[in-house]
């Protein structure tokens, strides 16, 4: 049967006007009737699983609603997750921190953009879609670092989510929320300074979520050892003996980048640039050709050059939603949080597993135990720059050193601005006590990994003592 578009207008207008009339939408809040029953069930009665000083009450869902303010960091494959499940929880006081634009390859997966929005700052458009989307939330996008705000910035939140694809990234985030922490005399910890943080993570069908409560639960440093290495391949075979498209890869960027300097000398591999991209692929086929090894993708190149591991949408929406229940928790205290750390497999079946990570009592970040190295006076100062990098306790990215001699402050090695890296590169080669450096002397250590500076106590023996 024929039904002309102007009937079925004025039909669904006709429908339209019936649910205004029933529902009554406050024009200001953007609520109807029944909205937020399903979170009324948890905040306005007791259950088996609530904890014992709960008491429940309308009131929590208005401080929901109104007054409870979120930093979610991330707005990629999980963050579009997390804005998600939040705002549709009642969480309506939303922020979101991201650096990064979108690229086509997100799209199938990061369900906040379309292709029209390809080359856009991912926080503008997922704050935009979200509040577009869902009635009376507020979003607010940060198209920047997490290290571009300071302490006043981070202090206004609740709650800090992460759904970060960076380990730098949890731990500086993990560093700034340590430093919010506020003592007594006795030492005792001030509850109001604690901002706790719901981190989640994925890879592939792999993930896991964790609440942390600065000074009070393990922090990311704690558990540092739990992130997985990086896939390094051996420099032999990269060379000589390549049999996978990953190995030819590898060899153009390591070491015929170099070597040729494509765009100049100054020039490093950028893996969002799609002239150095294409460039590495072209040359990596012509490798994989004389060895017989299988063509190689703009894809498969740009995933080896930024260590790219495949996301799955469905692990991602599985974390996101237990994130999101923790972040319930902890703003209503309705239920016991997970204690402390939650692991995801899909790969064969569905398993789960939650285990109490502990505290390091010796953690460089969260303790306040100083820190020891121990090197002979004949080491040289590079010797501690290589550990504080290569150790699994600190797996520093760019420490710079420096320390007090005689009441004044000395640069012993500085990397991340030039002119300081050229003044101090001599002192690499030195001898720690040609560097005027003695036993039990304090080193400040300052790094991309933290927001705070670091003080290691250095032990020097002697070669009679060796």
Not at 27 to 32: C, F, L
Not at 270 to 289: F, L, S, V
Not at 399 to 426: D, F, R, W
Request: glycine letters at 6%; proline letters at 5%; a negative charge.
């Amino acid at each position: 049967m024929y039904c002309p578009y102007s009937e079925i207008l004025d039909i669904c207008t006709w429908i339209l006007n019936i649910y205004k009339y029933n529902w009554q939408i406050d024009s200001g809040t953007m609520d109807w009737p029944g909205r937020w029953n399903h979170v009324k069930k948890f905040l306005e009665r007791s259950g088996p699983f609530s904890q014992p000083d709960f008491e429940p009450s309308d009131q929590m869902l208005e401080f929901l609603l109104e007054n409870c303010k979120i930093l979610v960091i991330g707005a990629g494959g999980l963050g579009c997750e997390l804005l998600k499940d939040l705002a549709l929880m009642g969480f309506r006081q939303l922020d979101v921190i991201d650096m990064d634009i979108i690229d086509v390859s997100n799209l199938n997966r990061q369900f906040l953009f379309r292709p029209n929005d390809v080359g856009k700052p991912k926080a503008d458009v997922a704050s935009a879609f979200v509040n577009r989307r869902v009635p009376g939330c507020n979003v607010t996008p940060h198209y920047s670092k997490l290290q571009d705000f300071d302490e006043s910035f981070y202090r206004q939140f609740h709650i800090v989510v992460c759904g970060l694809d960076s380990i730098i990234a949890r731990r500086w985030i993990n560093g700034m929320l340590l430093s919010l922490l506020e003592y007594d005399d006795d030492g005792n910890l001030d509850q109001t300074s604690l901002l706790p943080m719901i981190d989640g993570g994925t890879e592939g069908f792999k993930g896991n979520a964790r609440v942390i409560l600065p000074g009070v639960t393990p922090c990311v440093e704690c558990t540092l050892d739990l992130y997985p290495p990086q896939v390094n391949f051996p420099m032999c075979t990269i060379a000589h003996t390549p049999r996978l498209p990953e190995h030819c890869i590898e060899y153009v960027k390591v070491l015929l980048w170099p070597q040729e300097k494509p765009f100049g000398n100054e020039v490093h591999i950028d893996g969002d640039d799609p002239k150095h991209i294409t460039w590495i692929m072209e040359k990596a086929n012509e490798r994989a050709n004389k060895y017989g090894i299988a063509s190689i993708t703009y894809r498969l190149t740009q995933g080896v050059v930024k260590r790219i591991i495949p996301a799955v949408a469905s692990t991602n929406a599985a974390i996101a939603a237990v994130c999101c229940t923790e972040v319930f928790k902890v703003a209503t205290s309705c239920c016991a949080l997970i204690n402390n750390y939650m692991n995801f497999n899909d790969i064969e079946g569905i398993y789960t597993y939650t285990f109490e990570a502990e505290k390091k009592e010796d953690c460089m970040a969260c303790s306040k135990v100083v820190q020891t190295l121990t090197f002979s006076e004949d080491d040289k100062l590079q010797d501690i720059v290589g550990y504080l990098t290569e150790s699994t306790i600190y797996q520093m990215k760019a420490p710079g050193l420096t320390t007090v001699m005689n009441g004044k402050n000395k640069t012993l090695y500085i990397q991340n601005v030039k002119s300081l890296q050229e003044a101090t590169k001599p002192n690499l080669k030195k001898a720690l006590k040609e560097l005027g450096l003695v036993d039990r002397q304090e080193i400040n250590v300052a790094d991309l990994t933290t927001p705070n500076t670091l003080t290691f106590r250095l032990h020097l023996t002697t070669p009679i003592q060796e």
